[in-house]
């Protein structure tokens, strides 16, 4: 037995994933939820659900408009997964608009996807969209009521 067998002698995933890849997989982060009704969360849920590959990424942003808390859950292959969780750990601790920055390219980039997986990044990309959309709305009762003071 070497390195790259495990006991009963099966080829390891490391031999055929990306070092990335398998860094995501066995150190799973950011999994979790925000509970909807938090004001100062939002959430993004994207992808068709005929395929199989969805997004839930949820952010929580203090008084400073930064983002504390991110968290997702997702259903489909590898590359969904590792795109929704790099997706969370470049959103936090960085401003609304630093996160509109972030881009379904860099996010392929960074995990060497191949072009049959580029609709991954793409989805991680809506996902933060989404859930600033959705925190967004939920401010504008609280501008409200603060013009009418």
Not at 9 to 25: E, I, S
Not at 74 to 102: D, Y
Request: aromatic letters at 6%; one cysteine or more; glycine letters at 8%.
């Amino acid at each position: 037995m070497n390195g790259n067998t495990s006991p009963q002698g099966a080829v390891r995933p490391t031999l055929l994933y990306h070092k990335k890849d398998v860094d995501h997989y066995e150190n799973s982060r950011n999994v979790g939820f925000i509970h909807k009704t938090n004001e100062n969360g939002g959430t993004g849920f994207v992808g068709p659900l005929t395929c199989g590959d969805v997004m839930k990424l949820q952010i929580q942003v203090d008084v400073k408009e930064k983002m504390v808390y991110t968290h997702f859950q997702t259903s489909g292959c590898g590359s969904v997964i590792k795109s929704n969780l790099l997706a969370t750990e470049w959103v936090k601790r960085k401003t609304v608009e630093e996160v509109l920055a972030i881009k379904n390219t860099g996010i392929a980039k960074e995990l060497c996807l191949f072009p049959v997986k580029l609709h991954c990044s793409l989805l991680a990309e809506g996902a933060i969209k989404t859930s600033l959309a959705d925190y967004k709305l939920k401010q504008e009762p609280k501008k409200g009521k603060a013009q009418k003071k």
